[in-house]
């Protein structure tokens, strides 16, 4: 039974992740409009292009959590965070003492 336990720990660690990145993303400034203005995002936003000289570097995490709010997250990046979420999961299942 108590491995069972852990793997449904670790089974909704992962879907929780999936289903709450985009949230989220959206909550932080991210939406499929760009960035919103007052937001997490546009301070991240501000800094990251005032570090750069005045622009927000392609591939920097500024860029890259713009683009998942815009075009939502890709399937390979849909599963690392199933994995992180997993992995949070079990770590909760260890930490509570449901695993021996």
């Given at each position: ?14 879907g929780l992740a999936?289903v ?5 993303l959206g909550a932080?400034?991210f ?5 919103a203005?007052?937001s997490?995002a546009?301070g991240?936003m501000?800094?990251?292009a005032?570090a750069?000289g005045g ?11 713009q683009l998942?709010?815009?075009?939502g997250?890709?399937?390979s990046t849909?599963?690392?965070v199933?994995?992180v979420?997993?992995?949070v999961?079990?770590?909760t ?7 021996s």
């Amino acid at each position: 039974m108590e491995l069972l336990t852990v793997i449904a720990v670790t089974a909704t660690g992962a879907g929780l992740a999936v289903v709450l990145a985009p949230v989220a993303l959206g909550a932080a400034g991210f939406t499929a409009a760009g960035i919103a203005a007052n937001s997490v995002a546009a301070g991240m936003m501000a800094s990251a292009a005032t570090a750069s000289g005045g622009g927000v570097l392609a591939g920097s995490t500024v860029a890259v959590l713009q683009l998942a709010g815009v075009a939502g997250l890709s399937g390979s990046t849909t599963a690392v965070v199933a994995g992180v979420g997993g992995a949070v999961g079990w770590l909760t299942a260890t930490a509570a003492g449901l695993t021996s």
